[in-house]
């Protein structure tokens, strides 16, 4: 998945891509959903899980990795580059750390168990509106 994903990057706008990515995770999200009230038998409900999962939402993730690494190299200029990595690093490291008190949080709310975390992609969603698009510009 990584190696056809550095092809499918490599020659596509990266707002684009990003954008796409968010849509099949979204999808991959909207599916297991739509799964869990239609099919009743558990055992074909984990196999379709499974299956939703690995294809469109880890996929939509390889993806999303490496349009991040690549947008972030050509939006940032290199003086600044080293440490906006780092920030970056350290935010999803901290969402990672708090991942399992947001679940506990949206269980005493009584909302769906990841719908905190969720959160969290639309909101890179809503602060991927604001960025520039790098792909074929001229870096100065």
Same mark, same amino acid.
């Given at each position: ?6 092809f499918? &990057? ?6 684009k891509? %990003? ?5 099949? %995770?979204?999808?991959? #999200? #909207? ?12 055992g ?7 299956i &939703? ?6 996929? #939509? ?5 490496? &349009? ?25 490291? =901290? ?18 168990? %990841? ?9 890179g969603?809503?602060?991927l ?9 001229? =870096? &100065?």
């Open positions: 998945c990584y190696i056809v994903s550095l499918i &990057v490599a020659g596509n706008p990266r707002k891509m %990003m954008w796409i990515c968010f849509a099949l %995770m979204t999808l991959g #999200g #909207g599916l297991l959903i739509l799964f869990k009230i239609i099919i009743t038998d558990e074909i409900e984990k196999w379709v899980e499974t &939703v999962t690995c294809a469109l939402i880890k996929g #939509g993730l390889s993806i999303a990795y490496i &349009v991040v690494y690549a947008y972030g190299s050509e939006l940032f200029p290199t003086s600044i580059r080293g440490t906006a990595f780092g920030l970056s690093v350290t935010m999803a490291r =901290m969402i990672g750390l708090t991942s399992s008190e947001l679940i506990d949080l949206a269980k005493e709310w009584e909302l769906p168990s %990841m719908t905190l975390c969720a959160s969290t992609s639309l909101i969603a809503v602060a509106i604001f960025l520039r698009e790098t792909h074929n510009v001229k =870096m &100065v």
